[in-house]
């Protein structure tokens, strides 16, 4: 058990550039997750995958914002025509898909957005 | 949806003493009542949870307690050493998606 990986750690980008996150979630864990998370607040859910279904996007996932889990393992999240309000971490969790199963979270990617 | 309320936002204490940081949820529904630790720069990582058939929980130096009818629970961290300076959120969950309360920054002074 690895863990939850997330890639990049860090990602700077300029307003209106396009951005792609990557997650790698534990190993036999069949549900991944998107939370966001600003500064001095907890973390807010932005969608889930059960295998490579993807079942609930919050109303927080404008347009610009896309989520695949192709093959049912790792998870991607794209950020089209950045906003300085996208600035934020982006954490991938990943659990067994149990009732109440816990979550296991990655380090994140904080995206600054100039 | 489900809204969680933590308080206090800030919690400063003396090392050796205790802290206890309080949560209140909205949504009856909710059975699962997990806690995460955040340090700077890393994802949120679970110390502890409980689910609503049980009132108390206890892990070494680390508490929960719930009380289903007025809807708020509560961690409870004895003997505070400078290693349990964090953010501390509380969540709570019915279903497959976790709500968060807005965190606790603890200070364990030395």
């Known amino acids: 058990d690895t863990g939850v990986s997330q890639n990049p750690r860090h990602k700077i980008t300029k307003r209106g550039q396009n951005v792609t996150f990557r997650c790698d979630p534990i190993?036999?864990?069949?549900?991944l997750y998107w939370y966001r998370q600003t500064l001095g607040q907890g973390p807010e859910f932005l969608t889930y995958f059960q295998n490579e279904a993807q079942l609930e996007k919050s109303r927080l996932l404008s347009d610009r914002f896309s989520a695949e889990r192709p093959k049912g393992s790792f998870s991607t999240l794209e950020i089209q025509r950045t906003e300085q309000g996208d600035s934020a971490m982006y954490l991938c969790?990943?659990?067994?898909?149990?009732?109440?199963?816990?979550?296991?979270f990655g380090n994140g990617t904080r995206l600054t957005v100039t | 949806g489900e809204n969680v309320e933590q308080h206090p936002s800030t919690l400063s204490v003396q090392e050796g003493d205790s802290a206890v940081i309080k949560c209140t949820y909205s949504?009856?529904?909710?059975?699962?009542f997990p806690w995460y630790k955040q340090e700077l720069g890393k994802g949120p990582q679970l110390i502890i949870d409980i689910r609503s058939n049980v009132g108390e929980k206890k892990d070494q130096r680390i508490a929960v307690t719930l009380n289903k009818t007025a809807k708020h629970f509560s961690l409870h961290i004895t003997e505070t050493q400078p290693e349990d300076s964090a953010v501390y959120f509380c969540a709570a969950s019915g279903d497959y998606k976790l709500s968060f309360g807005a965190g606790t920054t603890v200070t364990v002074r030395a």
């Open positions: 969790a990943s659990n067994d898909g149990g009732i109440n199963s816990p979550l296991h």
């Open positions: 949504d009856s529904a909710s059975n699962y």
């Open positions: 190993s036999e864990h069949n549900r």
